[in-house]
């Protein structure tokens, strides 16, 4: 993909951390990312950033984009969709990253095209993001490499049934912000018992970093590594015990149910 042209429409955080994971690397120049976005600090800030080439209009790029990706709010996407698509190149691959929307819709807009629904997240910016991805009609299994190998540049990449797409937003689309949540509360912790900030900081994120490449590259079930921690009346058992009276499992299982059903909604 190091000569593919790939368009951006909308230029916000999803777009940003994608870009970053790919601009130079995976597509060898970046002049051949082309972003619009409504703000024009937001297209110079990507310019400055990523060398990406980013103006307010979409139409220096649209006939030429091999790959257009849709990046703008739920509520902006109709209108968007209706502003470019009598623009964008036949064999274009279409790809949105717009919180529950449904292929249904996005092909209503580009009915020829190969047409994707991507639901990736920020720590792509960093090389280790994690996006599931659903193919619609004219799906073809060169298009299907493209967006595997997009997204698998900047972390992990799962192809799922439609029909899963809200719980994978609900999971690892909103997953971030929980993660920080957890981070910054693990930080306090470790104030609240004498650390110093930033150390608590790093800690506590090198914490999660170290444990969740242990799930990934072993294979092991977490309550399996978790007992591998806890042993019989030490300090690991006493913070599990004060987790789960405090209801920190019931907390997370029904933050993603909630962002699940929110994703729902937004593709009604």
């Known amino acids: 993909m190091k000569n593919t042209s790939i368009g951006f429409i909308g230029g916000g955080a999803l777009a940003g951390a994608l870009i970053k994971g790919i601009a130079g690397k995976l597509v060898e ?4 990312i082309y972003v619009s976005d409504h703000k024009q600090e937001r297209c110079d800030e990507l310019h400055t950033a990523y060398g990406v080439t980013a103006a307010v209009g979409a139409e220096n790029f649209l006939s030429k984009a091999d790959i257009l990706v849709l990046a703008v709010k739920p509520k902006d996407a109709r209108a968007a969709m209706q502003e470019v698509c009598g623009s964008v190149r036949g064999d274009a691959i279409i790809i949105s990253v717009v919180a529950g929307m449904p292929l249904s819709v996005i092909e209503a807009y580009f009915p020829s095209q190969p047409v994707y629904r991507v639901m990736p997240n920020t720590p792509q910016a960093v090389g280790c993001g994690m996006a599931a991805y659903t193919a619609g009609t004219h799906a073809q299994d060169e298009a299907t490499r493209q967006v595997h190998e997009l997204w698998s540049s900047v972390g992990l990449a799962l192809q799922v049934e439609e029909r899963l797409m809200d719980a994978v937003t609900g999971l690892s689309g909103s ?9 910054d509360a693990l930080a306090d912790g470790g104030v609240a018992a004498g650390l110093p900030r930033q150390a608590a900081i790093r800690m506590a994120a090198q914490t999660l970093l170290g444990s969740a490449k242990m799930v990934l590259e072993t294979g092991l079930h977490p309550d399996v590594l978790r007992d591998q921690v806890t042993s019989p009346a030490g300090t690991t058992i006493a913070g599990v015990r004060a987790l789960e009276k405090a209801g920190l499992r019931s907390a997370l299982i029904e933050a993603v149910l909630a962002a699940t059903e929110r994703s729902e909604k937004l593709g009604k």
């Open 29 to 32: 120049n970046p002049a051949n």
């Open 175 to 183: 997953g971030p912000a929980y993660a920080f949540l957890m981070i």
